[in-house]
């Protein structure tokens, strides 16, 4: 089992390989402690490509991941390996544009963006083309947001 984790303090990520034997077991030794290897880390703070300021969510799609660049107000798109593929946004608040872009979602083929300075989710196709707005802004700074982090794909396509 595989784990991709966004680092908020040293702005990078990381992938964690934890060791176990079937899924249903637990990866913990007798003593208690966790059974893991680490495989990969890439980026570091900054605003080129590839670099983070704030990496918060997390997304994968078939061999794709997609990390919210929260700082950045972008997303960024890696391969399986960290290799850099593309990144799409940028400040705003107009259709395609981010404003502090933080929990990520993919269903049915479309990535789900939680924007927690514009109060929205914004829908891309999954090569960064806009494609839809939530329908009517929620009045109250950051209401939706307190309801986005509860979402899942199950509920998530009734905007």
């Known amino acids: 089992m595989n784990i991709i984790i966004a680092d908020l303090i040293k702005k990078f990520i990381f992938l964690i390989c934890f060791l176990s034997l079937p899924f249903w077991s637990a ?3 007798a003593d208690g402690k966790m059974t893991y290897n680490f495989v990969r880390s890439w980026g570091q703070q900054g605003s080129a490509q590839g ?5 918060i969510g997390i997304a994968i799609a078939g061999r794709e991941i997609f990390i919210s660049d929260t700082g950045n107000n972008r997303i960024q798109v890696f391969d399986l390996d960290g290799k850099f593929l ?3 946004g940028g400040q705003g608040n107009g259709p395609g544009e981010l ?9 049915a083929g479309k990535l789900y963006v939680a924007e927690y300075l514009n109060d929205r989710i914004q829908v891309f196709s999954l090569d960064g083309t806009p494609w839809k707005l939530s329908a009517l802004p929620v009045p109250g700074r950051n209401s939706l947001m307190r309801r986005v982090e509860l979402l899942s794909t199950a509920t ?4």
């Open 156 to 159: 998530i396509g009734c905007i």
């Open 86 to 88: 593309r990144m799409f």
């Open 99 to 107: 404003d502090r872009p933080m929990h990520l979602d993919i269903h």
């Open 51 to 55: 670099q983070f300021n704030n990496p």
């Open 27 to 29: 990866p913990v030794k």
